[in-house]
């Protein structure tokens, strides 16, 4: 069974950077979305950044509150998307969580898998 693993997150200072990491474990041979969601405390979860595949290569989509801060990265080869944030805001506070959808394993077909959830906190 396909498991998400995530890294990085902790304690930042307002303008500050951190970076996010999360690997897809298993056999794997194509994965359609991956990318990071959040929730803040008494708030919903809602989206930051997420890569789908497509037929020209895919595209990479951010929240209006994260764009131009916030990088999204993949390596492919390692089932795994990078997080870097820059400019780090209180506001950026939350549970990071990353999700992925469309995976095909050699066995198997997989959908909608989230990660523990991380902790980012912005703070000084």
């Known amino acids: 069974q396909v498991q998400l693993v995530e890294s990085g997150g902790g304690l930042v200072q307002p303008g500050g950077s951190l970076r996010l990491s999360c690997t897809a474990s298993?056999?794997?041979?194509?994965?359609?979305?991956m990318g990071w969601y959040r929730q803040a405390p008494g708030r919903q979860r809602v989206l930051v950044a997420v890569f789908t595949h497509g037929s020209n290569g895919g595209s990479t989509n951010y929240s209006n509150s994260v764009k131009g801060r916030f990088t999204l990265s993949r390596d492919s080869a390692k089932n795994t998307v990078n997080l870097q944030m820059d400019s780090l805001e209180p506001e950026d506070t939350a549970v990071y969580y990353c999700h992925a959808d469309g995976i095909v394993t050699p066995h198997r077909y997989e959908y909608d898998l989230w990660g523990q959830g991380i902790q980012v906190t912005v703070s000084s």
């Open positions: 298993g056999t794997i041979e194509h994965i359609q979305i």
